[in-house]
């Protein structure tokens, strides 16, 4: 009874298959309610902003939330080893939904200007700092590592379920209660992965792998940042992750639509590649649901990512929508198959003392940087052409995909039995 109450989990729970373990089926419940809803928030936000401003200024707010994340998550990360990630995590996530439902009875007793929906996406923002190193840190905690994989693409599932699902819920929202109605919604399905997520036990840390005295901030980061350096696979692995996320987000989210509306296909074709893409993630993450372990995780992950590069270039090229929709299939299997076991290798090398501050990093640059190169992809696009850009990006992807196939260690890391 006091393992349960404290959050600690036996020594039992942790053999269990992840599929099979109530204890992480309580985690990727709660984990795909806040997901659903973050998908709702976005939109709800979004809708909100073009009631009252132009889409470029519509834009702006929405993408506010990046700049934060950007600034305060390598300090999110050390929030995370510190007070532990189970805890960071039901306390940002119930600061979440309170803002969230705040905004919502805000839209309902007046009209807030475009500084009001702006200052909810920068305090969204900041709490999301905090939030995701902890999210992202979690599951190393719930599940032993030979499960990793496994958690990884149930996760992964999660997320894609999220994305599938949170467009129209939010729409239903509007419909049905306005943009009030869809913040109130956002905050409903954020706070019902509450009572999930306080039902979830965590393992305590192994002896050698508790701080023996609470230190500096900044102190703590550097032990964080220290660490990866000295690790032969972690260094080459969140450079490698870095340099996907930063070639893989601007084509895949403002390319894509750019490349929608020169080659003619309209919402509905864009909605099919999206489809395809969305699909062939969802395989990946099935396939390592399904499979729990894949031989020989450092030498495919670089090879899945150096095919989903050559895919990503070849998106820029497609004349057809059947075509394109083909190619993302291809770029979500192999992207999703490279990230899913890329995050498993980052969670079992990174020692569950540190996994909060090596997931900050590790995350960096794709919650936070990369939605920010937005503006300068756009501004690419409008020189020279949607091909180029496609091509550059898939070459920085690839150049992430040679580190990790260059980098002897990382190459033949393997994943835990």
């Given at each position: 009874?006091?393992?349960?109450?404290?959050?600690?989990?036996?020594t039992?729970?942790?053999?269990?298959?992840?599929?099979?373990?109530?204890?992480?089926?309580r985690?990727?419940g709660g984990y795909?309610?806040?997901?659903?809803?973050?998908?709702?928030?976005?939109?709800?936000?979004?809708?909100?902003?073009?009631?009252?401003?132009?889409?470029?200024?519509?834009?702006?707010?929405?993408?506010?939330?990046?700049?934060?994340?950007?600034?305060?998550m390598?300090?999110?990360?050390?929030?995370?080893?510190?007070?532990?990630?189970?805890?960071?995590v039901?306390?940002?996530?119930?600061?979440?939904a309170?803002l969230?439902a705040?905004a919502?009875?805000?839209?309902?007793?007046?009209?807030?200007g475009?500084?009001?929906?702006?200052?909810?996406?920068?305090?969204?923002g900041?709490?999301?700092?905090?939030?995701?190193?902890?999210?992202?840190?979690?599951?190393?905690?719930?599940?032993?590592?030979?499960?990793f994989?496994?958690?990884?693409g149930?996760?992964?599932?999660a997320?894609?379920l999220?994305?599938?699902?949170?467009?129209?819920l939010?729409?239903?929202?509007?419909?049905?209660g306005g943009?009030?109605?869809a913040?109130g919604?956002?905050?409903?399905?954020?706070?019902?992965?509450?009572?999930?997520?306080l039902?979830?036990?965590?393992?305590?840390?192994?002896?050698?792998?508790?701080?023996a005295?609470?230190?500096p901030?900044?102190?703590?980061?550097?032990?964080?940042?220290?660490?990866?350096?000295?690790?032969?696979?972690?260094?080459?692995?969140?450079?490698?992750?870095a340099?996907?996320d930063?070639?893989?987000?601007?084509?895949?989210?403002?390319?894509?639509?750019?490349?929608?509306?020169?080659?003619?296909?309209?919402?509905?074709?864009?909605?099919?590649?999206?489809?395809?893409f969305?699909?062939g993630?969802?395989?990946?993450?099935?396939?390592?649901?399904?499979?729990?372990?894949?031989?020989?995780?450092?030498?495919v992950?670089?090879?899945?990512?150096?095919?989903?590069?050559?895919?990503?270039?070849?998106?820029?090229?497609?004349?057809?929508v059947?075509?394109?929709?083909?190619?993302?299939?291809?770029?979500?299997?192999?992207?999703?198959?490279?990230g899913?076991?890329?995050?498993a290798?980052?969670?079992?090398?990174?020692?569950?003392?540190y996994?909060?501050?090596?997931?900050s990093v590790s995350?960096?640059v794709?919650f936070?940087?990369?939605?920010?190169?937005?503006?300068?992809?756009?501004?690419?696009?409008d020189?020279?052409?949607?091909?180029?850009?496609?091509?550059?990006?898939?070459?920085?992807?690839?150049?992430?995909?040679?580190?990790?196939?260059?980098?002897?260690?990382?190459?033949?890391a393997?994943?835990?039995?």
């Open positions: 009874m006091l393992a349960t109450q404290t959050g600690a989990a036996d039992t729970a942790v053999e269990r298959p992840a599929h099979r373990d109530p204890n992480v089926l985690w990727l795909t309610a806040s997901a659903v809803g973050d998908n709702v928030y976005y939109l709800a936000l979004s809708w909100a902003a073009l009631q009252i401003a132009t889409p470029t200024l519509a834009g702006l707010v929405t993408a506010l939330s990046a700049a934060p994340r950007a600034l305060l390598l300090g999110g990360g050390v929030v995370a080893d510190r007070y532990g990630p189970r805890r960071v039901l306390g940002s996530t119930g600061v979440r309170l969230v705040l919502a009875g805000l839209l309902l007793v007046t009209s807030p475009l500084w009001a929906l702006a200052a909810v996406a920068v305090v969204f900041v709490v999301d700092a905090v939030f995701l190193p902890a999210a992202g840190a979690l599951p190393a905690r719930i599940a032993g590592p030979g499960q994989a496994r958690v990884h149930m996760r992964g599932l997320v894609r999220a994305n599938v699902v949170g467009g129209p939010g729409g239903l929202g509007v419909a049905l943009t009030a109605g913040f919604l956002a905050a409903l399905l954020i706070g019902v992965s509450l009572p999930l997520l039902a979830v036990r965590v393992r305590p840390l192994p002896p050698d792998d508790t701080p005295k609470r230190r901030v900044l102190a703590e980061l550097r032990d964080g940042l220290r660490h990866i350096r000295r690790d032969p696979v972690l260094r080459p692995l969140i450079l490698a992750i340099l996907a930063l070639g893989f987000v601007g084509p895949m989210n403002l390319g894509l639509t750019v490349l929608a509306q020169q080659r003619g296909w309209g919402s509905t074709g864009m909605g099919w590649v999206l489809a395809g969305g699909t993630a969802a395989a990946a993450s099935l396939l390592l649901a399904w499979r729990g372990r894949i031989p020989r995780a450092g030498r992950a670089g090879l899945a990512g150096l095919a989903g590069a050559v895919a990503i270039g070849a998106l820029g090229q497609v004349p057809s059947a075509g394109a929709a083909g190619v993302a299939l291809l770029i979500g299997l192999s992207a999703g198959l490279a899913a076991l890329s995050g290798l980052v969670q079992s090398r990174a020692g569950a003392a996994v909060g501050r090596v997931t995350t960096l794709g936070g940087v990369a939605p920010l190169t937005f503006p300068l992809v756009g501004w690419a696009v020189q020279w052409g949607t091909g180029p850009v496609f091509a550059a990006c898939a070459a920085v992807c690839g150049l992430g995909a040679l580190v990790t196939l260059g980098a002897t260690g990382l190459r033949r393997e994943l835990p039995r």
